[in-house]
């Protein structure tokens, strides 16, 4: 079953470890690849990159079949690794953030218990988390390593390698003309959902290319370890940071965002400590969430009781019991300016999704992802309706809920959620996934303007005392599960109620059914002047999308008059989308937007409305 707070678990693991001196512990060394699923290297996913280095990594240890991000995006996954805690219900969820998050009295960053045990930590370098300031960092820079810790002193090391960042995939056209891939492009597999053209058979062999720089990232770094005669007593972690990073990879809660390579190699002097033997394949679903858990148990370093991940290795760990784990839960938010409310659960093969805002498209316009020239060919493309049905998804609405058989759909395009036959499997995970939500609370059942305002002094204690009331919220959202007619008066309740939550989610339930509820449509006008704006916002947006009236007007309103400027993203999210996907915002007229509010990603939303240039990716040269 899905963890959501093991803290019986953790104390019973921890409590079985050995009892150490410091000098005779193991040390440990993370190798983080950041934005890459694992389809891109060849030891997990037929034609991906091949990388000797990494192989040998798994020759030595255990190579993890099914190991996911739990997020799609750096700030939140890195949160959610460094926490052990899933983010919705400590928080961190939203990249990146507006604002902190504090950590419960009983939760710490993993790498806080090793130095408290005497470690030597260091980080080299990101620090972007979603909650408060990291402690426990002996070093936190570009330039901090292991090597300077004390003779004898056992060290936990963790280094990001920007080498595969989605960025170095942010090349212009000259380079695309101009500089060639050590990667045949006619030699790659394309994903199912993308179009054959030159320019994306060109962008998958230059990141083919940057999965080699990789492996000789890790090639370099075992030779140090191995020079310094410390690499038989160090765990070595290799692990992409999330999935992507072509386009529907990093920021989508697909298999291609969460499901990342891990690669653990076994030191010999510890071999003992894993029930495992060399060269083997695991199985079992492993979540960043258990990695911290996984660290401390192999240092016999007693950690936290309030996280939510369990131990993969070591001391009262046994592979037989790793293997039968076939579960993991992710979770997609807000990604810089963009809002897309996105549950996942991944179980045995099967891959559930569920869409809390399906109206709005994958593709809606997101700065930073359209950089990559990729990205905008994608969406011309689309517009000029020379794309086949599995290409074109990514830029329609999308059914509420997605069921994908990933073993015989890698690249998921084919939804059974409405095949007959896989009904069972869509009720089961539904079940599952409820269960998960409500039990966390998922404080994302608030919008992010109302946590920022009240809760993220302390978010977990503000789940605990509202669980009541986020499972309501999960169940009137969940009418967009069922027929209308039969949860029409739930819905039509939920629009009348007195609490503005269940006002928020009944409007979203008849934005999700759309046309369907289009006889709720005098009710959800009594919305346009609710007490609070973003129940507005929700009620023109279904309002909006039935052709009842002209949204941009109301948003743009809404948008100029709030002096919230999370509020005001999230509103201009809303007005993208009428913009660029509904002809029920051919009206708009950028001039009349005038915003008095300028913080969140307010900023990133207004050059793109009004027309104004955005920034140009910039030339980068092949291997930098």
């Known amino acids: 079953m899905i963890r959501c707070i093991f803290s019986v678990i953790a104390v019973a693991v921890f409590s079985m470890a050995p009892a150490w001196s410091v000098e005779s512990r193991p040390n440990f060394v993370f190798i983080v690849s ?30 993890f079949d099914h190991a996911f991000s739990n997020a799609p995006v750096c700030s939140v996954a890195r949160t959610t690794l460094a926490t052990s805690c899933y983010g919705p219900r400590i928080g961190t969820q939203f990249h990146r953030k507006y604002q902190t998050a504090t950590l419960p009295d009983n939760v710490r960053m993993f790498h806080h218990y090793l130095k408290e045990a005497g470690y030597y930590t260091t980080n080299n370098s990101k620090t972007d988390y979603n909650a408060a300031p990291a402690t426990g960092w002996d070093e936190s820079s570009g330039k901090a390593s292991w090597k300077k810790r004390k003779p004898g002193q056992p060290f936990f090391h963790m280094q990001s390698h920007s080498e595969s960042h989605e960025g170095r995939l942010h090349f212009n056209e000259k380079t695309f003309e101009s500089e060639k891939t050590d990667t045949d492009p ?72 969460l499901h990342v390579p891990l690669v653990v190699r076994i030191p010999a002097n510890y071999k003992k400590l894993v029930d495992g033997k060399r060269g083997e394949r695991v199985r079992g679903f492993v979540s960043f969430i258990d990695f911290g858990p996984t660290v401390l148990n192999l240092a016999g370093v007693e950690g936290s009781d309030g996280v939510d991940g369990k131990a993969f290795l070591g001391a009262g760990v046994t592979m037989g019991e790793v293997n039968r784990r076939d579960e993991a839960f992710g979770y997609a938010d807000r990604f810089d300016e963009k809002y897309d409310l996105v549950r996942s659960l991944r179980k045995g093969k099967y891959h559930y999704l569920r869409c809390y805002q399906n109206w709005l498209p ?67 995970l539904r079940k599952r996934l409820n269960e998960t939500v409500k039990s966390l609370p998922d404080l994302s059942f608030y919008p992010e303007s109302y946590l920022a305002e009240k809760v993220m002094d302390n978010p977990v204690q503000f789940g605990q005392e509202h669980k009541e009331d986020i499972a309501r919220y999960v169940d009137i959202a969940n009418f967009a599960t069922s027929d209308f007619e039969t949860v029409k008066a739930g819905i039509e309740s939920a629009l009348k109620s007195q609490d503005p939550i269940d006002r928020y989610w009944g409007a979203m339930v008849c934005s999700s059914f759309g046309k369907k509820a289009e006889s709720l449509g005098q009710v959800a006008r009594k919305l346009l002047t609710d007490e609070y704006k973003v129940v507005q916002l929700r009620g023109a947006e279904f309002l909006g999308l039935i052709g009842q009236i002209d949204p941009t007007k109301k948003i743009v309103e809404l948008v100029n008059t709030t002096d919230d400027s999370i509020f005001a993203t999230e509103a201009l999210n809303s007005l993208v989308y009428f913009v660029d996907h509904d002809k029920s915002g051919a009206g708009f007229d950028a001039s009349t937007l005038k915003p008095q509010v300028s913080g969140a990603d307010v900023p990133r939303r207004l050059p793109y409305l009004k027309g104004e240039p955005l920034e140009k990716p910039k030339k980068k040269s092949k291997g930098k």
């Open 34 to 63: 950041e934005d890459n699923s694992h389809h891109y290297l060849r030891h997990f996913f037929e034609g991906g990159s091949e990388t000797p280095a990494i192989e040998a990594l798994a020759a030595n240890g255990l190579t």
């Open 186 to 257: 006619a030699s790659v597999t394309l994903a199912d959902y993308f179009p054959d053209t030159p320019l994306f058979r060109y962008t998958h062999a230059r990141y083919l290319d940057r999965m080699k720089v990789i492996d000789e990232i890790v090639a370099k770094t075992v030779a140090d370890l191995e020079k310094a005669e410390v690499l038989e007593d160090t765990f070595v972690f290799y692990f992409g940071d999330h999935g992507g990073v072509l386009p529907r990879g990093k920021g989508y809660a697909y298999d291609s965002g």
């Open 362 to 428: 994958d593709g809606l316009q997101n700065n930073y992802r359209y950089k990559m020239l990729a990205y905008g060919e994608w969406r011309d493309l689309y517009k000029a309706g020379k794309l086949n049905a599995e290409q074109s998804q990514f830029f329609q609405a999308r059914p509420v809920e997605l069921l994908f058989d990933v073993e015989a759909d890698p690249h998921e395009v084919k939804n059974l959620s409405e095949d007959p036959e896989h009904s069972e499997k869509l009720m089961e």
